[in-house]
């Protein structure tokens, strides 16, 4: 049995995993002081709305990746005497500061593009914002990619957050061409604006899943059913494991927490309990590498355990 943890250096090998998170950001720093330069051209030029409404999408863009950045490098910390379980719900609350500040730029979005519905401005410089446009899409998608590469190995919520909106920030710049491209050949005065209140509803549908996530890893919701499940089934298809009983799981960061009683041979040593447990262990670990693990030992028939007090989590 001890043959099976040798070599299993699981600080190590999930550190230097989940440091693949933080590679993308490097890359998105520079996208984006390139996009940001180009679109205040555009904007400046054009005076659309519409592209103002890309501008500061990108610019909320650089800000929050920077709150990514460091939320990331603070949830990779280990844990100390005053973080037993670690720094990884400094991912949630950077994604819940994600979804405020995108919910005020929505906010900003809407009340200029009805200010301009009343003002009728005129947007000029058609070519120069579909070119700016067109060049946006190209360099947030090298974003994208970068970042799926990396949530692969790490997956972090703060990563997914920021891929969520960058690959909606594609969407958006599409419909900035279609906003130049209405008001260019068609003459339509409105599309401008409307497509900018559009792009701002675009993006709260983008809040509402970050914060979302944001709140569920805070609140420790338990993870998905279907993951619950894969931890039942591996548990029970032991012969020696006779049943499990008050599985409790959460995220925080890029790990995952796993608990639960199971039920063994009350005849059993000590030994070969713990033998048992051990070895169920490193099978869960097989499906979900990111997982700290504690198995709490029963013999069959006595699940009463004094440390759940809280009504309807003993089951």
């Not at 970068?146 to 919520?157: D, E, N, R």
């Not at 900018?196 to 059913?225: C, F, P, W």
Request: glycine fraction near 6%; proline fraction near 2%.
């Amino acid at each position: 049995m001890k043959d099976l943890y040798k070599g299993h250096n699981r600080d190590n090998n999930d550190g230097q995993a989940h440091s693949h998170a933080l590679k993308p950001y490097y890359v998105a720093g520079f996208v984006l002081l390139t996009i940001i330069i180009i679109k205040t051209y555009a904007y400046a030029v054009s005076g659309s709305s519409s592209m103002l409404a890309s501008l500061v999408d990108s610019l909320g863009d650089i800000v929050i990746s920077g709150f990514a950045f460091f939320s990331i490098r603070m949830s990779l910390k280990p844990a100390d005497h005053e973080h037993r379980f670690g720094h990884g719900k400094a991912e949630g609350f950077s994604a819940l500061m994600q979804a405020c500040f995108l919910s005020g730029a929505a906010v900003f979005l809407v009340f200029e593009a009805v200010h301009k519905l009343f003002t009728h401005e005129v947007v000029t410089h058609h070519g120069v914002g579909v070119a700016v446009s067109l060049l946006s899409i190209v360099l947030t998608l090298v974003i994208v990619n970068a970042q799926k590469k990396a949530y692969a190995v790490a997956p972090s919520l703060a990563l997914k957050a920021d891929q969520f909106h960058y690959t909606s920030d594609v969407v958006l710049n599409c419909a900035v061409i279609l906003a130049f491209l209405i008001d260019w050949y068609c003459g339509f005065v409105y599309a401008d604006p409307l497509i900018s209140i559009a792009i701002a509803a675009y993006i709260l549908r983008t809040v509402k899943h970050i914060g979302g996530d944001a709140v569920n890893m805070l609140m420790d919701r338990e993870i998905e059913q279907e993951d619950r499940q894969k931890i039942i089934d591996i548990a029970t298809a032991r012969e020696d494991v006779h049943g499990i009983h008050d599985l409790r799981t959460r995220k925080s960061g890029m790990s995952i927490y796993i608990s639960f009683d199971v039920e063994l041979d009350g005849g059993l040593s000590l030994e070969d309990a713990h033998a048992i447990t051990r070895e169920l262990d490193l099978q869960l670990l097989a499906v979900f590498p990111n997982a700290e693990i504690i198995i709490h030992k029963d013999p069959v028939g006595d699940i009463y355990d004094p440390r759940h007090r809280v009504a309807g989590v003993h089951h």
